[in-house]
T-cell receptor, first 111, second 111 residues
Framework: SQTIHQWPATLVQPVGSPLSLECTVEGTSNPNLYWYRQAAGRGLQLLFYSVGIGQISSEVPQNLSASRPQDRQFILSSKKLLLSDSGFYLC??????????FGDGTRLSIL | QKEVEQDPGPLSVPEGAIVSLNCTYSNSAFQYFMWYRQYSRKGPELLMYTYSSGNKEDGRFTAQVDKSSKYISLFIRDSQPSDSATYLCAMHQGGSEKLVFGKGTKLTVNP
């Protein structure tokens, strides 16, 4: 069966520091991969999605970037975090034409 | 007008009650409809996945889609305290993998 792993579960970072969040999927090949941010009262916002290695689509201009160095690995990065980057970050995967499945997220606090 | 509207609640019911959760949407091109359950500090978990109009039943859960009214519902029968969570509706067009989410309804089932 397929599983998705996200780490870390919780992260506290100072303003201006870099960020790297990692997501890996097991048990499937060539999945679609997604990064979302969930802010209180604002629902789930799609940040990036990828249909293959090196193929990244950005949905919202922002301080973040994403990379897919391997088929089942998706990384969310920032060079310099802003206070507004605080939130709950969720990775998801899907097979073509199938619903998305989510990891348990990373709660990011910026101080 | 927002693409997907969902009453945030909170909704509080006694154990054993029938719960009705709803979303309305404005984009008539949406064809695929999902309900996710999200426990506190966890990622969303797929509950129901339906295509086009009609009903789908899975145990105590029933999903309904009325495309003519642009209205979807999730019914929970014999609700349990373990059903206490936030329920998110989501949908997308055919040929697109991008989900549009409601903001979620917080449900509490009291023993």
């Amino acid at each position: 069966s397929q599983t998705i792993h996200q780490w870390p579960a919780t992260l506290v970072q100072p303003v201006g520091s870099p960020l790297s969040l990692e997501c890996t999927v097991e048990g499937t090949s060539n999945p679609n991969l997604y990064w979302y941010r969930q802010a209180a009262g604002r629902g789930l916002q799609l940040l990036f999605y990828s249909v293959g290695i090196g193929q990244i689509s950005s949905e919202v201009p922002q301080n973040l970037s994403a990379s897919r160095p391997q088929d089942r690995q998706f990384i969310l990065s920032s060079k310099k975090l802003l206070l507004s980057d605080s939130g709950f970050y969720l990775c998801a995967w899907s097979e073509r034409g199938q619903p998305q499945h989510f990891g348990d997220g990373t709660r990011l606090s910026i101080l | 007008q927002k693409e997907v509207e969902q009453d945030p609640g909170p909704l509080s019911v006694p154990e054993g009650a029938i719960v009705s959760l709803n979303c309305t949407y404005s984009n008539s091109a949406f064809q695929y409809f999902m309900w996710y359950r999200q426990y506190s500090r966890k990622g969303p978990e797929l509950l129901m996945y339906t295509y086009s109009s009609g009903n789908k039943e899975d145990g105590r859960f029933t999903a309904q889609v009325d495309k003519s009214s642009k209205y979807i519902s999730l019914f929970i029968r014999d609700s349990q305290p373990s059903d206490s969570a936030t329920y998110l509706c989501a949908m997308h067009q055919g040929g697109s993998e991008k989900l549009v989410f409601g903001k979620g309804t917080k449900l509490t089932v009291n023993p």
